[in-house]
C-alpha cells in the first residue's frame, strides 16, 4: 500500500465502524489502543464519534495498524477466540494489579499470555480464577 492508500484506509476504517468492533471484540479501551497506533487516546475516541478527522499523518499510522491486525487476525481467530482472551492492560485493572506485575506474572508462567502483534498482549480469561484462588489480585 502506498502511503495515499495508507490514509484511506485508516479513514475507511473509522467510516465503516470497522475500529469500534475491533475495540468491543477485543475490549480494549481507547488509551491501549492509541498506544498501540500511536496517536492521542482523546483524538482517536472522537475519529470513532465523527466529532474530528485525523490528520494525513494520523490516518495512515491507523492505516498501516489497522492492515497488520487484519493480515494476521486469521491466525488469532484460529488459536484463541476473542472471547477467551483479555488485554494485559484491562486484566491488570479487573485484579488490581499493576501492569507490570500481570506481565511479571506472564513472564513466571503463572498466567497463559498470548501475543496478539499489533493487538498487543492478552491473557487467557480461564487463568484469572485461578489466579485468583491462589491470593493474588482482588477478590471482590
Given at each position: 500500500?502506498?502511503?495515499?492508500?495508507?490514509?484511506?484506509?485508516?479513514?475507511?476504517?473509522?467510516?465503516t465502524g470497522?475500529?469500534?468492533?475491533?475495540?468491543?471484540?477485543?475490549?480494549?479501551t481507547?488509551?491501549?489502543?492509541?498506544?498501540?497506533?500511536g496517536?492521542?487516546?482523546?483524538?482517536?475516541?472522537?475519529?470513532?464519534?465523527?466529532?474530528r478527522?485525523?490528520?494525513?499523518?494520523?490516518?495512515?499510522?491507523?492505516?498501516?495498524?489497522?492492515?497488520?491486525?487484519?493480515?494476521?487476525y486469521?491466525?488469532?481467530?484460529?488459536?484463541?477466540?476473542?472471547?477467551?482472551?483479555?488485554?494485559?492492560?484491562?486484566?491488570s485493572?479487573y485484579?488490581?494489579?499493576?501492569?507490570?506485575?500481570?506481565?511479571?506474572?506472564?513472564?513466571?508462567?503463572?498466567?497463559?499470555?498470548?501475543d496478539?502483534?499489533?493487538?498487543?498482549?492478552?491473557?487467557?480469561?480461564s487463568?484469572?480464577?485461578?489466579?485468583?484462588?491462589?491470593?493474588?489480585?482482588?477478590?471482590?
Amino acid at each position: 500500500m502506498s502511503p495515499g492508500e495508507e490514509a484511506a484506509y485508516g479513514r475507511e476504517v473509522i467510516d465503516t465502524g470497522k475500529l469500534v468492533a475491533l475495540k468491543e471484540t477485543f475490549n480494549l479501551t481507547w488509551p491501549v489502543m492509541a498506544n498501540l497506533i500511536g496517536v492521542d487516546p482523546a483524538s482517536l475516541k472522537m475519529w470513532a464519534e465523527g466529532t474530528r478527522v485525523p490528520s494525513h499523518t494520523s490516518a495512515k499510522k491507523l492505516g498501516v495498524w489497522m492492515a497488520a491486525v487484519r493480515d494476521q487476525y486469521p491466525q488469532f481467530r484460529a488459536e484463541h477466540h476473542p472471547d477467551d482472551v483479555v488485554s494485559l492492560s484491562m486484566a491488570s485493572q479487573y485484579l488490581g494489579m499493576s501492569y507490570a506485575t500481570v506481565l511479571q506474572k506472564c513472564q513466571a508462567r503463572e498466567l497463559t499470555c498470548v501475543d496478539l502483534g499489533p493487538l498487543g498482549v492478552f491473557i487467557l480469561k480461564s487463568d484469572i480464577p485461578n489466579l485468583v484462588e491462589a491470593g493474588h489480585g482482588k477478590t471482590s
